[in-house]
């Protein structure tokens, strides 16, 4: 939801939308972390398992998204909500 | 092979985070609960953590492109947290069921609000690159 906000709301260019939300997700991420790990529900061997590849893949999504069209960005980002939404309903 | 397809899944929700700015947990919760066989409790909580790190990371290059209104983004953080406080009272208070698809809901208006955006713009740059690489 931040991306949306960002654009919407403080009329963000796409790309610094989603590079300062990237920032603000830092701070969220690492609240719900100390919390569910203090009910023992984190696995850090398994967070590495799907973690480590995602370095590499936030690498090469940071790269491309340089080289589209911040319409390509948006669109993008429309068909992951209505994905979302779908899996949501269904 | 699972841990080859989940590390690939891993790998795409990353890519995800780095295209689109979110944490790529939509990939990395079903790699946890169907290929490494996690609770949707446990998945969700791990995938928070690998979310930390692919975030910090994804923020950083991001900087690096001129892409980070850093303040900006430590103030959405802190509201965010405090949002999250507000989830789960709210999750407490509605059926899991009606926020599901108020979500969804939620979802499909944004997406529309962004493809009329998309429509109705032709501003000058929305269709250029960016500038180069750090």
Redesign the interface.
């Known amino acids: ?8 709301w ?1 009329a ?1 260019g796409e ?19 100390i ?3 203090l ?1 023992g ?4 061997a ?26 390509a ?17 269904f | 092979m699972e ?1 080859v397809i ?19 947990g ?1 990939l ?1 919760v079903p ?2 609960v169907i290929l ?1 066989d ?1 609770t949707q ?2 998945a ?16 950083y ?3 690096g ?1 001129g ?4 303040r ?3 103030v ?3 509201f ?2 405090l ?2 406080a507000g989830g789960v009272a709210l999750a407490n208070a509605v059926s899991g069921r009606a926020l ?2 108020m ?6 208006v ?6 009329r ?2 429509l109705r713009h032709d501003e000058p ?9 750090p």
């Open positions: 939801m931040i991306v949306p906000l960002l654009i919407f403080l963000y790309r610094e939308a989603t590079g300062t939300s990237l920032a603000a997700i830092v701070l969220i991420g690492a609240y719900g972390t919390d569910q790990a009910y529900n984190v696995k850090p398994y967070a590495a398992l799907v973690g480590i590849p995602a370095l590499a893949g936030v690498v090469a999504g940071a790269a491309v998204q340089q080289r589209i069209s911040q319409r960005v948006a669109l993008l980002f429309a068909a992951l909500l209505v994905a979302t939404a779908a899996e949501l309903i | 841990y989940a590390g690939l899944l891993g790998f795409l929700g990353g890519m995800l985070g780095g295209l689109v700015g979110v944490g790529g939509i990395f790699a946890l490494l996690q409790v446990k969700e909580a791990t995938s928070l953590m690998a979310i930390v790190f692919v975030a910090a990371l994804g923020a290059r991001q900087y492109y892409n980070v209104r850093v900006d983004g430590l959405m953080g802190a965010g947290v949002g999250v599901e698809l979500f969804a809901a939620l979802c499909l944004i997406a529309a609000q962004l493809v955006r998309v740059g929305a269709t250029g690159r960016a500038p180069g690489p």
